[in-house]
């Protein structure tokens, strides 16, 4: 495996469902993000990690629950959600946070909330 | 007002022709400027990098940055329709790191 991976890849869930979902990065990287991407909406910062601490936490429900337990794996568990949060979730990684360099991301997380 | 601005389009284009995408925005403290495309359900992968005014030039790309204007543009030299995906314009400012403000991302297609 390399560069970024995000399972499940499709997710369907009712409101009252909790589910996770899962990065892992194959790249070395200390610095690790979660992203919502709606339609017609610039992509939105939800979190970051550097090197295991939450560094950014950009007022986003806590109906969303991150948690990295090592700099290569991050997840995003999921619980009593509301239909609008329906979007694709995208998980990125980069050498640093502090140091502007190239984002890498994975394939996403399209999330269903029914 | 939005930070950064993009047409989301759709824009489509014949094959070979020259493409311009821009973005605008209203913070004067943006120093880094980039370019990610994404294709259809993929993530977005880094295409330009630059920082602070300027052109920068890799193979058919072309990245501008008019800081005056607060206005940056990608330009495709013959358009492919390989190069049919979304483009995103990103930008941050200097002690900003990875926290990138994104523009909404503008779909292009480029037809045979």
């Known amino acids: 495996e390399t560069g970024v991976t995000q399972t499940p890849r499709h997710l369907v869930m009712g409101m009252t469902n909790k589910k996770s979902l899962k990065c892992e990065q194959h790249?070395?990287?200390?610095?690790m993000y979660w992203y919502k991407q709606s339609a017609k909406k610039p992509l939105e910062l939800m979190f970051v990690?550097?090197?295991?601490?939450?560094?950014e936490n950009n007022s986003v429900p806590s109906r969303f629950s991150p948690e990295c337990p090592n700099s290569s794996h991050l997840f995003l568990h999921l619980h009593t959600l509301q239909p609008e949060d329906s979007a694709l979730y995208l998980c990125?990684?980069?050498?640093?946070?502090?140091?502007?360099?190239?984002?890498?991301f994975g394939e996403g997380s399209r999330l269903t909330v029914l | 007002q939005k930070e950064v601005e993009q047409d989301p389009g759709p824009l489509s284009v014949p094959e070979g022709a020259i493409v311009s995408l821009n973005c605008t925005y209203s913070?004067?403290?943006?120093?880094?400027f980039m370019w990610y495309r994404q294709y259809s359900r993929k993530g977005p992968e880094l295409l330009m990098y630059?920082?602070?005014?300027g052109n920068k030039e890799d193979g058919r790309f072309t990245a501008q940055v008019d800081k005056s204007s607060k206005y940056i543009s990608l330009f495709i030299r013959d358009s492919q329709p390989s190069d049919s995906a979304t483009y995103l314009c990103?930008?941050?400012?200097?002690?900003?790191?990875?926290?990138?403000?994104f523009g909404t991302g503008t779909q292009l297609k480029v037809e045979l």
């Open positions: 990125a990684s980069s050498q640093e946070f502090l140091n502007t360099g190239e984002l890498f």
């Open positions: 790249l070395g990287h200390n610095a």
């Open positions: 990690y550097s090197l295991e601490e939450r560094v």
């Open positions: 913070n004067s403290a943006f120093q880094y």
């Open positions: 630059t920082y602070s005014s």
């Open positions: 990103a930008m941050t400012f200097t002690g900003g790191g990875n926290k990138l403000t």
